[in-house]
């Protein structure tokens, strides 16, 4: 069905993308009237179903931000092959419009895990309207391929970022994020997850556990979107 009011809890929306649809999930904020709306993006293998992806945006909701999941096209047509990425982009810039439209949102983020952050990120660097740009895990290279470098456009972005990556991740290496980086002019908050992997796993050695990690990116996160709604 298309379609929630401000006053709706949730809703299941099919997005016309073209000639094609797909489907999002938008879900309000407890307690919150005019909340701030993140649209989050899966990553290559998931879909707006992922465990992943349902844990991060039920933890926002729980602190004040309303949220849109949604699949990309090759996910909605239940394919494993990714999109080129304009088709992504055209996607991601699908659902937006339609949360717009059905939302009003006074802020709105746009991000995701993986690909579906570097997606955002790719809209974000043309001039993209949105307000910041929440990325989880992202894909900076491809693993054991530090030499591909995904950086050339994030020096285009003009819009705050909070980045969240793990120290074990094989699809970014520390040191080269940080060395992209230094070149940035936009806000860039980059949080470092000790011991995490891509999925932002854990290693018991670490002393905590994936769910403690979940709760303190939303505690990040939730800080970060304060200032921009400040």
């Not at 999930?25 to 290559?44: L, R, T």
Request: aromatic share 6%; charged share 20%; net charge neutral.
């Amino acid at each position: 069905m298309s379609g929630a009011g401000a006053g709706s809890s949730s809703a299941e929306w099919t997005v016309a993308v073209g000639q094609a649809t797909t489907t999002a999930i938008f879900e309000s904020a407890e307690g919150a009237g005019d909340a701030p709306v993140f649209i989050c993006a899966h990553g290559a293998g998931g879909n707006l179903a992922d465990k992943s992806v349902v844990a991060l945006t039920r933890a926002l909701r729980s602190r004040g931000v309303s949220t849109v999941r949604f699949n990309f096209l090759y996910r909605e047509k239940k394919s494993g092959r990714p999109d080129p990425m304009p088709r992504l982009e055209e996607c991601f810039s699908a659902v937006v419009a339609h949360a717009r439209a059905e939302l009003n949102p006074r802020t709105l983020i746009i991000g995701g895990r993986s690909m579906g952050g570097r997606a955002a990120s790719m809209m974000a660097s043309k001039g993209f309207n949105c307000d910041g740009l929440l990325l989880l895990a992202y894909p900076l290279h491809p693993p054991g391929q530090p030499e591909k470098l995904r950086d050339a456009h994030l020096a285009s972005i003009d819009v705050p970022v909070l980045c969240f990556s793990g120290t074990r991740d094989p699809f970014c290496t520390r040191a080269l994020m940080e060395t992209a980086l230094e070149s940035l002019k936009t806000r860039w908050d980059m949080e470092w997850i000790e011991g995490a992997d891509h999925s932002f796993h854990v290693l018991k050695s670490s002393g905590k556990t994936d769910a403690k990690v979940l709760e303190e990116v939303a505690d990040r996160t939730q800080q970060w979107v304060r200032t921009l709604t400040s």
